[in-house]
C-alpha cells in the first residue's frame, strides 16, 4: 500500500511540473504564434506606467506606445519623465502625460486620481519599486525603520492605491488591463532581503485575487515575475542568455498577456521559476532556503568590501 502511495505521489508531481512546463511552452510560443494574446489597444486609449523612467518600466511605456496608445509616464522626477516622453513622442508620434510623484509617500493618489479623471485608461502597468542597496540583515538595514515605510510605500501601496484609481473606470467600460511587476524572489525564500521579497510575494497574492475578482467583467490582470533584467534597479548592465535588456524582457512578456496571469514573462526565466518549484517539491525547505542565503550571503561580503575600498579612496 505505501508503495502505492509513494509512485502516486511522484506521479502527482511529475504532472504538476509536466504541466508547468506545458503551460510555459504554450504561453510563450504557440499562443502568440495563433494570436491568442490579449491585443491590448482594444482595451482602452491610454496606458499608464508607474516607474516608467527606467527599466521595465520605460520599456512597457516604449512597447505600448509602439502599439498604438498614448502613454501617461509617472515617476519620481520630471525632467527624467520629460526625457522618455520626447523619445517616445519622437520615435512613435503618440501622445503622452507626465505625472511626477514619489510613491514612498503615501499622500499622492488624491493628486493621481485628478490627473487621471476622465481618461480612458485601458492598460495599467504597476511597475514601481524599489530594493534593498544590497542584501543585508533585517536589523542591519540603515535607517531601518524609514526604509521599511519606503519599500511599503513604494512596493505594495503603489499596487494597492494605483489600482483602486483605475479600476471603477475599467469595471465600468467592461474592459482594461493591469499588468502588476513582482519578482522571482516572491517565488522562493529571500533571508537577507526579507522585506523586498516579502512586499514582492503580496504583488503576487493581490494579484492572483483581483484577477479572480474582475475577470467575469472584461479585466485582466496579469502578474509579472521577472529575474535578473539589464537595469539600474539589479545593477546589471550587459545582457545575457539569463539577463535580458528591458526591451527584450517586455516584448517577450507581452506574447504571454491574456494568456498566462502568472508568468515569468521571459523563457529563461520561467526556467529559474521550474527549477525553483522543483526544488520546492524535491528539497526540504530548509535546504532550498539555505542554498539562497548562502548565495545572497556572497552579494553582501562583495558589497560590503566595494563600500570599505570606495570610503578608504575618498
Same mark, same amino acid.
Given at each position: 500500500?505505501? #508503495?502505492? %502511495? @509513494? !509512485? +502516486?505521489?511522484?506521479?502527482?508531481? =511529475?504532472?504538476?511540473?509536466?504541466?508547468? $512546463? &506545458?503551460?510555459?511552452?504554450?504561453?510563450?510560443?504557440?499562443?502568440?504564434?495563433?494570436?491568442?494574446?490579449?491585443?491590448?489597444?482594444?482595451?482602452?486609449?491610454?496606458?499608464?506606467?508607474?516607474?516608467?523612467? #527606467?527599466? %521595465? @518600466? !520605460? +520599456?512597457?511605456?516604449?512597447?505600448? =506606445?509602439?502599439?498604438?496608445?498614448?502613454? $501617461? &509616464?509617472?515617476?519620481?522626477?520630471?525632467?527624467?519623465?520629460?526625457?522618455?516622453?520626447?523619445?517616445?513622442?519622437?520615435?512613435?508620434?503618440?501622445?503622452?502625460?507626465?505625472?511626477?510623484?514619489?510613491?514612498?509617500?503615501?499622500?499622492?493618489?488624491?493628486?493621481?486620481?485628478?490627473?487621471?479623471?476622465?481618461?480612458?485608461?485601458? $492598460? &495599467?502597468?504597476?511597475?514601481?519599486?524599489?530594493?534593498?542597496?544590497?542584501?543585508?540583515?533585517?536589523?542591519?538595514?540603515?535607517?531601518?525603520?524609514?526604509?521599511?515605510?519606503?519599500?511599503?510605500?513604494?512596493?505594495?501601496?503603489?499596487?494597492?492605491?494605483?489600482?483602486?484609481?483605475?479600476?471603477?473606470?475599467?469595471?465600468?467600460?467592461?474592459?482594461?488591463?493591469?499588468?502588476?511587476?513582482?519578482?522571482?524572489?516572491?517565488?522562493?525564500?529571500?533571508?537577507?532581503?526579507?522585506?523586498?521579497?516579502?512586499?514582492?510575494?503580496?504583488?503576487?497574492?493581490?494579484?492572483?485575487?483581483?484577477?479572480?475578482?474582475?475577470?467575469?467583467?472584461?479585466?485582466?490582470?496579469?502578474?509579472?515575475?521577472?529575474?535578473?533584467?539589464?537595469?539600474?534597479?539589479?545593477?546589471?548592465?550587459?545582457?545575457?542568455?539569463?539577463?535580458?535588456?528591458?526591451?527584450?524582457?517586455?516584448?517577450?512578456?507581452?506574447?504571454?498577456?491574456?494568456?498566462?496571469?502568472?508568468?515569468?514573462?521571459?523563457?529563461?526565466?520561467?526556467?529559474?521559476?521550474?527549477?525553483?518549484?522543483?526544488?520546492?517539491?524535491?528539497?526540504?525547505?530548509?535546504?532550498?532556503?539555505?542554498?539562497?542565503?548562502?548565495?545572497?550571503?556572497?552579494?553582501?561580503?562583495?558589497?560590503?568590501?566595494?563600500?570599505?575600498?570606495?570610503?578608504?579612496?575618498?
Amino acid at each position: 500500500m505505501w #508503495d502505492l %502511495i @509513494g !509512485k +502516486a505521489a511522484v506521479a502527482l508531481v =511529475a504532472a504538476r511540473l509536466g504541466w508547468s $512546463v &506545458l503551460k510555459g511552452l504554450y504561453g510563450s510560443f504557440l499562443a502568440a504564434a495563433l494570436g491568442l494574446n490579449l491585443k491590448v489597444k482594444k482595451t482602452g486609449e491610454w496606458a499608464v506606467v508607474t516607474g516608467a523612467t #527606467d527599466g %521595465i @518600466g !520605460k +520599456a512597457y511605456a516604449f512597447e505600448l =506606445a509602439r502599439q498604438g496608445m498614448k502613454v $501617461v &509616464l509617472v515617476s519620481r522626477t520630471a525632467f527624467k519623465l520629460q526625457n522618455v516622453a520626447a523619445e517616445i513622442n519622437s520615435k512613435y508620434g503618440t501622445e503622452t502625460k507626465i505625472i511626477d510623484v514619489d510613491f514612498t509617500k503615501s499622500d499622492i493618489y488624491d493628486r493621481l486620481r485628478k490627473e487621471l479623471a476622465d481618461m480612458d485608461i485601458g $492598460v &495599467l502597468v504597476n511597475n514601481v519599486g524599489m530594493s534593498y542597496d544590497h542584501p543585508e540583515y533585517f536589523n542591519n538595514l540603515e535607517n531601518g525603520d524609514e526604509m521599511c515605510h519606503r519599500l511599503i510605500n513604494c512596493n505594495i501601496m503603489s499596487v494597492t492605491m494605483m489600482s483602486r484609481v483605475v479600476l471603477p473606470g475599467m469595471e465600468e467600460r467592461k474592459r482594461g488591463l493591469i499588468i502588476n511587476v513582482a519578482s522571482l524572489s516572491a517565488t522562493i525564500p529571500a533571508p537577507l532581503l526579507a522585506v523586498y521579497a516579502a512586499t514582492k510575494a503580496f504583488v503576487e497574492s493581490i494579484s492572483d485575487s483581483l484577477a479572480a475578482e474582475y475577470s467575469r467583467k472584461g479585466i485582466t490582470i496579469q502578474c509579472i515575475l521577472p529575474g535578473f533584467v539589464v537595469s539600474k534597479l539589479s545593477k546589471l548592465k550587459r545582457p545575457s542568455l539569463m539577463i535580458p535588456t528591458p526591451t527584450a524582457y517586455v516584448r517577450s512578456t507581452m506574447k504571454t498577456t491574456g494568456v498566462e496571469k502568472r508568468t515569468a514573462g521571459y523563457f529563461m526565466h520561467k526556467l529559474q521559476i521550474y527549477f525553483a518549484e522543483c526544488a520546492k517539491f524535491l528539497l526540504p525547505g530548509s535546504v532550498l532556503t539555505s542554498i539562497v542565503f548562502g548565495q545572497l550571503q556572497v552579494f553582501r561580503i562583495k558589497a560590503l568590501k566595494k563600500k570599505e575600498q570606495e570610503a578608504k579612496a575618498q
